[in-house]
């Protein structure tokens, strides 16, 4: 049987992207969970880039979310989530685009609320699958975990205001493209991939409870930020994505 691994972080937006694309459609893999800092290497050699997620599948390698999904929507089948319709296919991915820029700024607007919280690693590495070695190096390392993170994805104070501006923006913006409605779908009245990626980039600020961002792994730290969220037409879609199809 051919061998599928997802190299990931259980805590990235995009890692959770892939993972969500892979078990919607079916697909048997399993998920090797890497060391920030330490996959650096690993990453350049298994796909010449030092970001995640990176799936190998058999002897094929792919990193980059985005291409990760145009390979497996091409290669397997079953449970297609890019529609065949060529207007409908442009407009998914069109969508699926915007949502993973707009990650970015969810991730700094969220580590920003967390960056300094004596919890960091904890937060990072409360995932099944690290090693008894990878909590241990966690724990000793706090400081450079904090300072790889602050830099890493850039959680300064005035790209932080811009973030914070930019996801209050995209949340309008989604409203505006589901007409106000939480039950509607992006493309057509089913379940894509462009529903799959705003859900999964958003869900670090919602925290719908089968996430990796539940109040149950992050106990809280963003609790205020949710709270004026989860009640939003976006929040509500958030939330009915992930019951519903996650």
């Not at 145009?70 to 989530?81: C, R």
């Not at 590495?125 to 090693?131: L, Q």
């Not at 300064?156 to 811009?162: A, W």
Request: proline share 5%; hydrophobic share 35%.
């Amino acid at each position: 049987m051919q061998k599928r691994i997802l190299y990931q972080f259980p805590l990235s937006l995009y890692s959770e992207k892939t993972r969500w694309h892979l078990e919607a459609k079916g697909i048997d893999f399993i998920c090797h969970n890497m060391t920030p800092g330490l996959h650096i290497i690993p990453a350049y050699l298994l796909a010449q880039q030092r970001t995640l997620p990176i799936f190998k599948d058999g002897s094929i390698t792919i990193g980059d979310s985005t291409k990760i999904a145009l390979y497996v929507e091409k290669n397997y089948t079953q449970n297609p989530i890019i529609p065949h319709d060529d207007e409908q296919k442009k407009q998914v991915l069109e969508y699926e685009a915007w949502f993973d820029e707009l990650g970015d700024h969810v991730r700094r607007s969220c580590w920003n609320l967390i960056i300094d919280s004596k919890n960091i690693a904890n937060i990072f590495f409360n995932y099944e699958g690290y090693s008894w070695f990878q909590r241990l190096v966690a724990k000793c390392s706090k400081p450079v975990l904090r300072l790889m993170v602050r830099y890493t994805f850039k959680v300064f104070p005035k790209k932080v205001i811009y973030s914070q501006h930019y996801v209050d923006q995209a949340l309008c913006q989604l409203e505006e493209w589901l007409k106000g409605n939480p039950n509607n779908y992006l493309v057509g009245n089913t379940f894509t991939l462009a529903d799959l990626t705003a859900a999964s980039m958003l869900a670090p600020i919602i925290g719908p409870e089968n996430s990796p961002w539940s109040d149950h792994h992050l106990n809280g730290e963003n609790k205020q930020l949710r709270e004026t969220v989860r009640n939003r037409t976006a929040g509500l879609w958030v939330l009915r994505i992930y019951r519903e199809h996650r």
